[in-house]
């Protein structure tokens, strides 16, 4: 199946991955807690070692509630400049083959014989999310495909929902 995917559905595809995607997450947390943690095990460990008054243990604490402030606020005004860069896209247009095989593969490529890595399984396909204009195939090895809404991809979208058996598609917003 021919689908053509518009500069629009690729900056859609930056605002999925910027906000929803599965690294993002798990990147926004870490940094989010981690960090903080961070800076109080660094104290206390310093002051084990510098036998001093507990100043750098009470300097960290500062810095890890400092971060714990600051940090959201840095991290939505990033998001923010990406959003905006994906937003500003020159226009452009591209049409790709979506298939689904019969040996249970999935193949998206702008030729019509795939590479190897245009070939993805479909049992690795861990996450369906559908926007107001396009529907997002995320799989376990990181990578992720963007496609425009309508019927034709609705209906390979349930047929992959048949094998998939984490769940429903998501409905996100952008």
């Known amino acids: 199946m021919k689908v ?3 500069n629009k559905d690729v ?3 930056k605002k999925f991955m910027i ?3 599965k690294k993002a997450k798990k990147q926004k947390a870490l940094s989010f807690y981690a960090i903080p943690f961070e800076f109080i095990l660094v104290g206390l460990i310093l002051d084990g070692f510098l036998k001093t008054v507990p100043l750098i243990s009470l300097t960290s604490l500062v810095l890890a509630i400092l971060w714990l402030v600051i940090y959201p606020m840095y991290y939505k005004k990033i998001c923010q400049r990406e959003i905006t860069k994906a937003n500003q896209m020159p226009e452009s247009s591209m049409e790709m083959n979506f298939n689904i095989t019969d040996d249970k ?3 998206f490529s702008n030729s019509d014989t795939p590479k190897a890595s245009e070939i993805f399984d479909l049992e ?3 996450k369906i999310a559908k926007s107001a204009d396009n529907y ?3 799989f376990k090895e990181g990578h992720h495909i963007v496609l425009p809404i309508n019927d034709e991809v609705t209906d390979m979208m349930l047929r992959i929902k048949n ?3 984490s769940g429903d598609i ?3 917003t952008l």
């Open 170 to 172: 998501d409905n996100i």
């Open 163 to 165: 094998n998939f058996e």
């Open 124 to 126: 690795s396909v861990f």
């Open 11 to 13: 900056a859609n595809l």
């Open 105 to 107: 593969k999935i193949t």
């Open 4 to 6: 053509t995917i518009t």
């Open 136 to 138: 997002f195939v995320c």
């Open 19 to 21: 906000l929803h995607s």
